[in-house]
């Protein structure tokens, strides 16, 4: 059968991608060993998070034409950016301290390594529709998958080389790994044979106008807070989870599994939400699910402090992890059926700009969500209820907007 099938030239090298640039969601398993390294705050050293997750989103908005014209191109761009950016990331927090490494931190993790990511994010996503044209949601969730199962498989092999060799050399070594991984990846990718890009059509995609069109502004909007709300919750999980069961004798057992629990999670809803929309009428429905379900379990989390402000016990620890969990679920739900619904909306022809495009949401929500959960938790002397609260209302208004503009048309 030999190498030129859907699974060799889409899946397996999309995987090989994705589950190395994932590894951006492990950043809470070394933010505080970064800040005690070059002697700065974490609330300091976490802005590298959110520059990287914005350079992400931003590189992918402007990288579709490219993207559209030479996916090698772009995968070989995203390996030398991506890896570029951790080693040089491990440089910055072996050799300097202070200002000056948060610095150089802030420009390898947060933009050089931020625009692989973008890049490699959207590189192999049209490549999985057109091998896998019947079943795009099963596609895109097969390489999405590998971006949330990135954080459980690597959680735990970060946390050994920090115990083993240090901070710096976790970079170093991963760095590599990645690179070999990515490029890999890099010389597999290819769209299916006699499949050729349409030419001559710069002038028809005009990315402000896309803004006017109700249906993309309406995905846009919902797709943001779907991620501001993920976020806001997501890299604070360990905090959370710590507050939950303080004073219990589990605490330390639960900050140590949840994590891995929740990243199984989001990759269960990045494979699992995109392929049963394979199966619905209209792949809106999909997200109608995720923020039903997001509101039903951060109301049930945030009953007790309605009524008592009181609420220390393992019957409610459950309810913080079942929340975590369905939190997770929509959140990588909400990326990988993100393509196939823009598909059913624009068609297939210039799919990898309006999904750059709608990325930009990503690009906006890692400046905002986390960082509104640590406005909340200095403004509330740390009550992680408030963030609940403030989730609830935008998971409410993105039901709203889910029902009014994103409206199914005729457009395949």
Do not use: E
């Given at each position: 059968m030999g190498i030129n099938n859907k699974w060799m030239r889409a899946a397996v090298p999309a995987l090989l991608i994705h589950c190395s640039i994932g590894t951006v969601y492990c950043w809470s398993t070394f933010k505080e060993a970064i800040a005690n390294q070059i002697g700065m705050s974490t609330f300091s050293v976490g802005w590298a998070f959110s520059l990287a997750i914005f350079f992400l989103g931003m590189s992918a908005a402007f990288?579709?034409?490219m993207v559209e014209k030479d996916i090698h191109k772009s995968s070989l761009i995203s390996c030398i950016c991506f890896t570029a950016g951790m080693l040089g990331t491990g440089v910055f927090i072996?050799?300097?301290?202070?200002?000056?490494?948060?610095?150089?931190?802030?420009?390898?993790?947060?933009?050089?390594?931020?625009?692989?990511?973008?890049?490699?994010?959207?590189?192999?996503?049209k490549t999985l529709m057109l091998w896998f044209s019947k079943q795009k949601g099963l596609a895109t969730g097969i390489s999405i998958m590998g971006f949330g199962l990135a954080k459980?498989?690597?959680?735990?092999?970060m946390e050994a080389i920090q115990n083993s060799l240090g901070i710096a050399p976790m970079f170093y070594i991963?760095?590599?790994?990645?690179?070999v991984m990515m490029m890999l990846g890099h010389f597999l990718l290819k769209k299916p044979e006699g499949w050729v890009e349409p030419d001559g059509e710069k002038s028809a995609f005009r990315p402000l106008d896309m803004f006017k069109n109700k249906v993309f502004l309406g995905i846009w909007l919902m797709f943001f807070i779907n991620i501001h709300c993920g976020l806001a919750l997501i890299t604070y999980e360990k905090q959370i989870i710590g507050v939950t069961f303080e004073g219990m004798a589990v605490v330390a057992a639960m900050i140590s599994i949840v994590p891995s629990v929740t990243a199984?999670?989001?990759?269960?809803?990045?494979?699992?939400?995109?392929?049963?929309s394979d199966k619905m009428k209209d792949r809106n429905t999909v997200y109608k699910i995720i923020f039903a379900t997001s509101i039903a379990v951060t109301l049930l989390a945030l009953a007790p402090f309605a009524?008592?402000?009181?609420?220390k016990s393992l019957a409610y620890g459950g309810i913080v992890i079942l929340l975590l969990c369905v939190i997770n679920l929509g959140y990588g739900g909400g990326f990988s059926t993100l393509p196939a619904l823009l598909s059913s909306?624009?068609?297939?022809?210039?799919?990898?700009?309006?999904?750059?495009?709608?990325?930009?949401?990503?690009?906006?929500?890692?400046?905002?969500?986390?960082?509104?959960s640590e406005i909340i938790l200095k403004s509330t002397n740390r009550t992680y209820d408030y963030i609940l609260i403030a989730t609830l209302a935008f998971y409410a208004a993105a039901m709203i907007i889910c029902i009014t503009l994103v409206k199914q048309n005729k457009k395949a």
């Open positions: 990288a579709g034409r072996q050799f300097f301290t202070g200002v000056a490494a948060l610095i150089g931190i802030f420009i390898c993790y947060g933009c050089i390594m931020g625009i692989g990511l973008g890049i490699g994010y959207l590189t192999p996503v459980a498989i690597a959680t735990p092999i991963l760095g590599a790994v990645y690179f199984a999670f989001n990759a269960l809803g990045r494979i699992g939400y995109s392929t049963i009524i008592s402000n009181g609420h909306r624009f068609g297939m022809d210039k799919i990898s700009k309006i999904h750059g495009l709608a990325l930009s949401a990503w690009a906006v929500a890692g400046i905002t969500g986390n960082n509104m």
